[in-house]
């Protein structure tokens, strides 16, 4: 330190400090203006990307938020479809139930009605037939009985005495 004290020189230490002063004034002239124009520039570029990633960020959660309101809108509006579903199948089937014992009850009742109605006929047939068979028994027996007088004149004093007793 005392070497550069002893040799200092102060025209040199002159023109060394011109020199610099001239060199800042040309570096803030040329170089400091564009070198500021460029970091505001680029400070402007990071806060403008900034302020987008930001924007983005936000609307990216507001379409997260959206997308889950839709996601649970759509759940429900499933729930409320199988829902409804359920109690159209529900209902279908008591509906069908309900008809198929209807119907039941329609073919039970005919056939009970038929079977009435064929066992009416079977009886009158019967009845028919008996009493059919009765006239021609009563034929047999009252042609076999009345060949002869003497039977025929019983058979009246019997009646007779029916009638007034």
């Known amino acids: 330190m005392e070497k550069?004290?002893?040799e200092f020189s102060v025209g040199l230490f002159f023109w060394q400090t011109v020199?610099?002063?001239?060199?800042i004034f040309?570096?803030?002239?040329?170089?400091?203006?564009?070198?500021?124009?460029?970091?505001?520039?680029?400070?402007?570029k990071i806060e403008g990307a900034?302020?987008?990633?930001?924007?983005?960020?936000?609307?990216?959660?507001?379409?997260?938020?959206?997308?889950?309101?839709i996601l649970a809108d759509a759940r429900v509006e499933r729930e409320n479809i199988l829902k409804d579903g359920r109690s159209i199948k529900?209902?279908?089937?008591?509906?069908?139930?309900?008809?198929a014992s209807t119907e039941a009850e329609k073919i039970i009742t005919s056939a009970k009605e038929q079977i009435?109605?064929?066992k009416m006929k079977a009886m009158t047939e019967i009845k028919n037939q008996v009493a059919d068979i009765?006239?021609?028994?009563?034929?047999k027996i009252l042609r076999t009985e009345l060949k002869d007088a003497k039977n025929q004149k019983k058979l009246i004093e019997e009646a007779l005495k029916k009638q007034i007793n």
Do not use: T
């Open 90 to 99: 529900e209902k279908m089937i008591a509906d069908a139930k309900s008809q």
């Open 134 to 139: 009765s006239i021609e028994m009563a034929e």
């Open 50 to 69: 900034l302020k987008a990633a930001e924007e983005a960020e936000n609307k990216m959660k507001e379409l997260s938020a959206n997308n889950e309101k």
């Open 116 to 118: 009435n109605i064929e």
């Open 26 to 44: 040309l570096l803030r002239k040329f170089a400091w203006k564009p070198i500021l124009n460029a970091v505001i520039e680029r400070e402007e």
């Open 19 to 23: 020199l610099f002063i001239a060199l």
């Open 4 to 6: 550069l004290i002893e």
